[in-house]
């Protein structure tokens, strides 16, 4: 409850008293006599106080040294507030160039950078741009910002001396108040960070996301203090991270695994099995030495905890563990399931165990086509660079990458002339059988598959697959690799142009009998021969 005095002094302030509204809303600035904080009624009874008595240095050295920029200003006192922030700086008052500083840069950050960095200096979040434009504009105030940060930074007088540090380096970093010099900026961290402090601390917290090997003797020079923490905090756990990587250092490494940073799990899990990285995938920390006990069972528990949250190379390790003699837990079949979600996830090696796994087992598999699912996963692994695949895959797959060598290629040349010139030439029939062409001549086929192929279904995620069985039992389906672009533009064209005739119009392509007779009518339409194999020619009779 407000006091006596407050009440008196109330009385005359609303008389129009111009020191006793001065000294209203200094109670309510600093919050005495019982009354509350509230800078919204400050900011009122000083500025009624200023128009009597101007922008005395007083007023202006009172909200400049107890102004909070984390409470949000109306629109109405904001631009007071500033006008007196602005008296005050001008004077040479430090803390009124500080909050100047912090306003103007928070203010000019890029909107996409807003998220990552959330503006904490609320207080003239509400001014507008005649606001600002009133006060001389944002932009004007930049020059002013960027003066007084420099100052501030040099000044080992100013209790927030690395805080203006901190603030410079951002600013410099991105240019936000019109100076960009990142080579300058981060020589300002490094040095933030290597002192030994709460302020060095928090300057390498909030580079840990880019450390490099600048940063590395700040690590060192915390890594200690922050190994006899008692309770770690997530806030650090880069740091930890950091410490492993280049420093090499095992408890940091634990402590960072503990703080449930996958990465780190991950590298503690294969530490304690002796897996070299290398071996399981690409990673940037260093290979681990072989030398010690193994220690299995932990290896297993962290490596878990990593397979669970999408870890690949850690399901793929769990396969590799799983797959030891020494370990008590062995089993192929825990194994097996371990590469199959590693290659789920996409890891090269796995993709290519479980490809070459499905390939030794064919013969047991209830597949339509031989190969097929051997063949997807092993082509998975052969675009990420396995060798082995590559060889596997060639064994599986058969290859035409170049027309000129296959079947067709004289016929399906003239036929795509003739639709570049014009597709208007040939009736809906005879432009499936133009497709019909390219595609055989693409993917190596013979008159059989040509005419007999359904070409919608042809074209696979890692290859094309032709499968004329249901109309010549006695054929072989066949695994095609698509390797070039020529290839994957003739099959979609070709299925385009089915869609369209079989969607629009219902058309018929007919027996054997009659699509034999439409290529042989293409062919002396166009005056080209083909040499069809006496062996083609028995398939189809």
Request: overall charge negative.
């Amino acid at each position: 409850m407000a006091s006596r005095d407050f009440l008196k002094i109330m009385k005359s302030a609303r008389s129009g008293d111009a020191s006793a509204q001065q000294k209203i809303g200094q109670i309510y600035l600093l919050g005495s006599d019982g009354v509350p904080k509230n800078a919204q009624n400050a900011l009122l009874w000083l500025e009624k106080a200023s128009v009597s008595l101007g922008f005395i240095e007083d007023i202006s050295n009172l909200i400049a040294d107890h102004l909070d920029l984390s409470i949000s200003l109306s629109s109405e006192h904001a631009p007071f507030a500033w006008k007196c922030l602005m008296h005050a700086a001008n004077a040479g008052h430090s803390r009124a160039r500080w909050l100047i500083a912090q306003v103007v840069a928070q203010l000019s950050l890029r909107k996409d950078l807003i998220s990552s960095s959330p503006i904490s200096a609320l207080a003239f979040t509400q001014m507008s741009e005649q606001h600002w434009a009133e006060a001389g504009g944002l932009d004007h105030f930049k020059v002013h910002a960027q003066r007084y940060l420099e100052e501030l930074s040099d000044l080992s007088s100013f209790a927030e001396q690395s805080s203006a540090l901190q603030l410079l380096s951002q600013c410099l970093q991105d240019g936000r108040l019109g100076v960009a010099d990142p080579t300058r900026a981060k020589r300002i961290m490094i040095h933030l960070a290597s002192q030994p402090n709460e302020a060095g601390l928090a300057s390498l917290v909030s580079f840990a996301s880019n450390i490099d090997s600048d940063l590395v003797p700040a690590i060192e020079i915390h890594l200690q203090r922050l190994l006899l923490t008692k309770k770690p905090s997530s806030d650090h756990v880069l740091l930890y991270w950091s410490a492993w990587q280049y420093l090499n250092n095992a408890d940091a490494l634990e402590i960072a695994a503990e703080l449930g940073f996958t990465p780190a799990q991950l590298a503690l899990g294969l530490r304690l099995a002796k897996i070299n990285l290398k071996d399981v995938a690409s990673s940037e920390a260093p290979s681990v030495d072989s030398s010690g006990n193994a220690r299995l069972k932990r290896a297993v528990f962290w490596l878990k905890l990593a397979a669970n949250k999408g870890e690949r190379d850690a399901w793929y390790a769990l396969g590799l563990i799983n797959r030891m003699p020494q370990y008590s837990g062995y089993s192929a079949e825990d194994s097996d399931n371990y590469f199959d979600k590693a290659a789920d996830l996409g890891h090269p090696e796995a993709q290519y165990r479980k490809g070459a796994a499905l390939w030794r087992k064919r013969s047991q598999s209830e597949e339509s086509i031989e190969g097929l699912q051997a063949s997807y996963w092993i082509w998975h692994a052969a675009q990420q660079g396995v060798e082995d695949a590559q060889d596997l895959l060639a064994k599986i797959m058969s290859s035409c990458p170049i027309p000129s060598k296959n079947r067709w290629y004289l016929l399906a040349k003239t036929v795509s002339q003739s639709l570049e010139e014009s597709n208007h030439r040939f009736t809906s029939d005879m432009l499936l059988i133009c497709h019909r062409v390219l595609v055989a001549n693409q993917l190596n086929l013979s008159k059989a598959e040509l005419l007999l192929m359904d070409v919608p279904s042809v074209q696979h995620e890692h290859g094309a697959i032709v499968d004329i069985r249901e109309h010549l039992p006695r054929s072989v389906p066949k695994l095609i690799l698509i390797e070039t672009l020529e290839q994957r533009k003739a099959l979609m064209m070709a299925s385009k142009a089915f869609a369209n005739a079989f969607g629009n119009t219902g058309i018929d392509e007919g027996n054997l009998r009659q699509r034999r007779y439409r290529l042989e009518k293409l062919m002396q339409t166009l005056k080209v021969q083909e040499d069809a194999s006496s062996e083609e020619n028995e398939d189809l009779e």
